[in-house]
């Protein structure tokens, strides 16, 4: 049985690049693979987000329970930010999807919680029918070491698995 070839673009964090998405989406058409999008999304970055977001709700929370006398919201608890955040990246993956569907490539959307460089590493090491890896480190960069930890990811992808890895940043997809 011959497996479909598929180009993996790791996506990290909530906002995807679109221009790096096209790019992608252009490889794939140039290669005739398909395309699976695997964003991670690591809680721990976005823990300014979640503490504005948890102020406003408990304000409206005030608020409803001051003028509807009810405790629904109370009983629903906090946020369960984890989803709260996956959430958010399928929103902002929406925005992005219709570039692989006008250009007929199959996109397959996979999401999970987790650092890029441990979760790049195994989706690639467990599906051997990746032929290249697109990373669009879009909040990695901002993290301290950015080249110490690309080139450790280089080495565990394109080194110990044999398949390309391309790390870009927002506005560096031409320099490929």
Known sequence: MCLMKKVLLAIDGLYPGKDIFTYSVQFCQRMSTELVILQIVNPKCYKDIFRSLQRKISSFQKFFEQTMETATLAEAGGVDFARTCLEEGQ??????????????????????????????????????????????????????????????????????????????????????
């Open 91 to 176: 929103r902002q993956l929406n925005n992005v999807m219709p570039i692989s569907r006008e250009a007929g490539i199959d996109a397959q959307v996979l999401q999970c919680l987790g650092r890029p460089d441990k979760e790049i590493y195994n989706y690639v090491k467990n599906n051997r029918d990746i032929i290249l890896t697109v990373y669009d480190s879009n909040g990695f960069q901002n993290r301290g070491n950015f080249e110490q930890k690309k080139n450790l990811l280089k080495r565990k992808v394109s080194y110990n698995l044999g398949i390309p890895l391309v790390v870009l940043q927002p506005g560096q997809e031409g320099k490929v």
